[in-house]
């Protein structure tokens, strides 16, 4: 599952989640950078879980065509 950071958030706020899931989760996550958003994917439903959860503030779920041109919102 992939997740798009809010904009205006930044690496302070994508370590913080990183260390969450290393800690509460599978630790089976990956960050990358996208035409400036932030992406964290997650390969696991307990991670998924956790970032509906407890981060659904910060992040919003996207589906796979959102990185190959269409607009976001």
Do not use: C
């Not at 994917?41 to 956790?50: K, L, N, P, Q, W």
Request: aromatic share 10%; no cysteine.
């Amino acid at each position: 599952m992939k997740f798009v950071l809010h904009q205006g958030l930044g690496h302070s706020t994508v370590h913080h989640i990183g260390d969450y899931l290393r800690s509460h989760g599978t630790g089976r996550h990956w960050i990358e950078r996208y035409r400036g958003d932030i992406f964290v994917f997650v390969s696991d439903a307990a991670d998924e879980a956790i970032l509906r959860n407890e981060f659904s503030s910060l992040l919003d779920a996207v589906g796979d065509t959102e990185t190959d041109g269409a607009p976001r919102r």
